[in-house]
């Protein structure tokens, strides 16, 4: 970063307000580089700002730091100690970010858990993280397994979930159990447990050292992020590009709005209440937000940043999106393991929509063939990267393949002559079919292009003449009928006979992750 560009960011990360940078040194000195520092700093710089807009209002940096300095003491006082770890099983509201924030002040790890778990995911993930204390959301406490999780159990929300359910306590009760006085400082800070996708199978629980993040200053260097935003993030705080955006808002004083669930039409009318800056989304709630009957009618003019991550960008989503609303798209490449790795500007999409952009500053990406031998530009290949956001490794044990120092990120993809990257997809996800490697993703693309399919996930079956054949899985438009045959005949009359799919499935909605990521092995 060079000078100029140093300047700039500090101005934008309101760091030049005499009251924010000594309050932001003094919180690091005591809470180190964790989600607690950033938060506290607020409280003590401008304690009436407000830090969380939710579905029941707002609460202020002051309010925010009480109430989890509170239940710190009010967890510890309920048997948590310091190198244990609690569970959070929250939607985003506010006493998501209060647990967080009191896991740090208390010296504890977080295992963030997945609000879309039925009863024996969340039972296996629990025991396999040995998670010590569980926040929960009250209408998700009924999937808690009590034989099997005798641990205390703190619930979000109605206190008649408490009444039910046995060994539970509501969230308040241990809030308001603890002491207003700061817990001792923490010995060191614990690193959370951010669990995979887990689209091939069961999550894995991937853990990051504590550490100050060099992706997050090359992300505010290249994305005019700043301290007086409002960032609205529809993607799940567990997720770990929620908790990014999260992590980055806190850094910069800014406020975050949030909901417990996503629908098009109530986002719409908040971004354009509130006057959002800063939209955080994963691809899918773009496209619903193109859906959306009211977008061209809803007033945007605030919104300065809409920043994309969690799974692949289809182009018409990229093209659509510049068209109607405006260059202000920003698309960023990483995955749970590696942090982010690049990012593409609106003139990087206006020029090349299928880009994940370029390296990040302090982020190395290179194509290697399967020998580990380094691709030149314009050749396919695995997709390696290297930078100081790596993880440590899956709890379960094991982690990514590690070449150079630099990690695999699990996708395929090229470097072009100017370093753009193009991800072509998962190496799981190739399909060979009549000896052709083809990627679900390019004919995904092309069958969103096409007038009344509104979603598609292409995936591979057994085929005794080619090996695997394509079958697409198609989700229309209310009132649009389309044949197996149209469909078809957009593939063969734009891509190459290999990659037509033999089948066309109609179906009324795709299996997703929370983050958007379609679950192939479910179809």
Known sequence: MNSSSLVDVTRRAGLLDPRRLPALTAA?????????APYTASALATPNRTAVVDDRGSISCGELDRNSTQLANGLRQLGLDRG????????????????????????VSVVYLNTGFAAPQLRDVLARE???VLVVDAELVELVDRESFRAPVVVVGSSAACEVHAGTTSLRAVRSSGARRLPLRPSKPLAPVLLTSGTTGTPKGAQRSVRADPAAAAIVESIPYRFDDIVAITSPLFHAWGLAQMGLAALLGATITVSASFDADRTLARLEH???TVLAVVPVILQRLLDAEGLDTTDLTALRIVASSGSALPIPVVENWLRRVGPNLYNLYGSTEVGQAT??????????????????????VVILDDAGRPLPPGSAGRIFVGNGSQFDGYTGGGGKEIIDGLMSTGDVGHLDESGLLFVTGRADDMIV???????????EDLLLAVEGISDVAVVGVDDDVFGQGLVAHVVTAPGVRLTSKQVRAAVADN???????????FCDELPRTATGKIRRNQL
């Open 28 to 36: 690091i000195g005591r809470w180190g580089p964790t989600l607690a």
């Open 84 to 107: 244990e770890r609690l569970g959070i099983a929250c939607r985003n509201h506010r006493e998501f970010v209060e647990a967080t924030i009191a896991a740090a002040k208390l010296g």
């Open 130 to 132: 040995q998670v010590d």
């Open 274 to 276: 509130d006057a959002v």
């Open 343 to 364: 990012l593409a500007t609106p003139a990087d999409l206006t020029a090349s929509p299928s880009t994940a952009g370029r390296a990040l500053a302090g982020s190395t």
């Open 433 to 443: 079919s009549g000896g052709e490697n083809v990627f679900p993703g390019e004919v």
């Open 495 to 505: 891509l190459a006979r290999h990659k037509v799919p033999r089948r066309v499935v």
